[in-house]
């Protein structure tokens, strides 16, 4: 068939054309397609917090566990931790191309949870968190006051109140970070007055932990005959610096003795 059959043979060519057009719909609906195909290799993030402790702990209370028991994980290529004198420690994991985020999640995290009983009290008490999220960061916001009305910590708590949440809310965003510092209230010990009074840091922490909580109250007049029955309330978590001050340690009359 020459290029002469299709021009004395208009309609032939007309249903060719039509049929070619027709097959190309087809297709376009039915075969995959990707604009931008997947290059970035799957990378499950392990997170926890060990507060008080340098780098050098963090490696070897919580690094070492964890890196211990994720090894071996099914498609995992390979992993990097990371540990700061902040007590914070960052294992990332990466796995092999094509494979499902969320199955790598979930591995990731059965093996994580068998650890748990060689980790720390205070870092399984923060909690280990396993989240999908690449290394790279994708972009950065920057949040100033024009006027330097603001400083930078309430820049940072506006951000974290009102910024942070509808960005995670965004489809596909693995996760914020926020370069800034929060609102907190750091308690100082004077070693000295705590080795006349017998005490530890750990006293402290023990003294904070069951004095500054939230705890349930319960009714007042339940169950009985009276006509009245009554919420009970308490005042929660302290949050001015006095109130930790008033803190009573069990081995010492007051707090204010050790900070």
């Not at 923060?126 to 999908?132: C, E, I, M, T």
Request: net charge negative; charged share 20%.
């Amino acid at each position: 068939m020459t290029l002469k059959t299709f021009i004395d043979r208009p309609i032939l060519s007309a249903v060719i054309s039509i049929v070619i057009v027709f097959a190309g719909i087809i297709g376009l609906s039915s075969l995959p397609v990707e604009r931008y195909p997947d290059i970035a290799t799957p990378t499950i993030t392990v997170e926890a917090t060990y507060t008080g402790a340098n780098a050098e702990t963090v490696q070897k209370s919580v690094i070492a566990p964890l890196e211990e028991a994720i090894n071996g994980v099914e498609n995992m290529l390979y992993m990097t931790s990371e540990a700061n004198n902040m007590g914070g420690a960052t294992i990332k994991v990466y796995f092999k191309q094509g494979t499902d985020p969320d199955m790598a999640t979930v591995n990731v995290q059965n093996r994580v949870s068998k650890t748990t009983g060689q980790l720390p009290a205070d870092v399984t008490k923060g909690g280990v968190s396993v989240s999908k999220q690449q290394s790279s960061t994708v972009v950065i916001l920057s949040l100033y006051s024009s006027d330097d009305k603001f400083d930078d910590l309430f820049l940072s708590n506006y951000a974290k109140i009102n910024i942070v949440p509808q960005i995670l809310r965004v489809s596909g965003m693995g996760g914020v970070n926020t370069l800034g510092s929060e609102y907190s209230i750091r308690i100082w010990l004077k070693p000295d007055i705590m080795a006349q009074y017998g005490l530890i840091p750990s006293d402290i922490t023990a003294a904070l932990g069951e004095q500054n909580i939230e705890s349930p109250t319960g009714n007042l007049g339940e169950n009985s005959d009276n006509t009245f029955q009554y919420t009970m309330k308490y005042r929660g978590r302290y949050e001015k610096p006095e109130e930790f001050g008033n803190i009573v340690s069990v081995r010492c009359p007051t707090a204010k003795c050790c900070g």
